[in-house]
């Protein structure tokens, strides 16, 4: 057993130290906060407007349209209860990388990191970078020289994220393409500001750490993390003064110019309310890569945050959904929005249903029965609908007998001969006459229907 330890540079002073700091109490490590450390919302401007192809039209573009035949779309569908019986299912199950990250272990064996990273490092051959120029396995190497532990067992760190980071495979920020240039294949997910990590490695220099999140494994900046001790990051977590975002984003920004962002169904730890105004906790790193707060202010009649999760029911369903309709397709979260599997994951956080991160560990979990099975023929709006674990969209009925979804789309064949590829990139509403690559249609590719 060993603790890490490694150099971290902090405005052109390098320093060492331990991958554990301690911060005082709950509230972290006293700091005197300026009036520039105040962080108030941002106005967010919205995607300039959904495409309409195919078989859609303008009046499908709202919830309301699809909410209209279903029965009871306000009946809660479940307890808050049989939210955490499902949340206890889906992190019980390995395969599906859902971390319940309260009962991971205070020490990890080292096979079992070395795992985690060599696996997140294979993301396949034929990877170039932006230039076209090939990216070679020695140079992959190299990047994990020295990043890999030694001996039997490591402690466990404790920190959050201070920023909205891009997890990422390797320990760089490298972009490394197969095919579409616009799809980075060593971006792995996005974490929001406060999310909570366990820290299991860091890289030679210190300037990257290898973590676990509650869906996820990978690398992100040192200087994106506050560190902090087992207790207190532990009491963080179960922290019952809350906002969950409940707009596809949040931008907060202080008065020096800092912008974090939240995308939907994240977590802000609440302080208190005053003239109006929730007063959250926004987290920082000291100079020493130590957790603490500094605060904002949200108005308490803003419809970008809820008190509370939502409640989950079919309309909720369609209604978080719709909120992202015309937003970008953001592949592993970039572009401050979703790509397919983080639309479904994005809008069910809202209701504090935590599934997991990717197309495929989604519809295992169908496969499993975690999420239960339905047919065509009893397929409901606000289901979800896998293509052979690699498109996941939310199903919203029928109209003139044609089935319907919305979804995160990047290129299709129009179900409308004369409209041709379609380049959507975007979150969209379409007929699943819609065609794939291999001219099939999206009707016949589904190979999984989810009901939660």
Known sequence: MFRWMFILAIAGLTTAVSLLATTGGEEGKAQSLAPTDIYTVMADQ???????RGQTSPAMLNAGYWLKEVANPEKVLLTGEQIARLNRRLAADADLDCHNLLEQPQQFQVG????????CAD????????????????????L????????????ANYGFTVASSDL???PSDRKAIRGNPRLDRWQLTHLDPGQPLIVLA????????????????GWLPAANVGLTDRTTWRNIIN????????????KMQNGNGRLLTWQMGAKIMLRNTEDGDYVVKIPARDSDGRLYWQYGRISRTSDLVSSSYLPYTRANQLKQAFRYLGYPYGWGGQLDSVDCSALVLNVYR?????????????????????????????????????????????????SAGRPFAIHSATSYGSSVAAEGQVEAWQVVVSDLGITNSAGTTYRQAVTAIGRI
């Open 123 to 142: 993301q396949g051959n034929g990877l170039t970078d932006s230039s076209g120029r090939p990216i070679t396995r020695q140079e992959i190497d190299s």
């Open 350 to 398: 809202a209701f504090g249903i935590f599934l997991p991160r990717d197309a495929d560990r989604q519809e295992e979990a169908v496969a499993k029965g975690i999420i239960r099975a339905v047919s065509w023929d009893s397929a409901l709006p606000g289901d979800l609908l896998y293509m052979n674990k690699g498109h996941a969209m939310i199903y919203l009925g029928k």
């Open 144 to 155: 994990l020289a020295g990043c890999l532990p030694e001996g039997e067992k490591v402690s």
């Open 46 to 52: 919205p995607p300039g407007g959904s495409l309409i």
């Open 202 to 217: 860091a890289s030679v220099d210190g300037k990257w750490l290898f973590v676990m999140s509650d869906n996820y494994c």
């Open 168 to 170: 990422r495979a390797l």
């Open 112 to 119: 079992f990191i070395r795992r985690q990273i060599t696996g």
């Open 239 to 250: 922290g019952r003064q809350f906002l969950v975002v409940t707009a596809p984003r949040l």
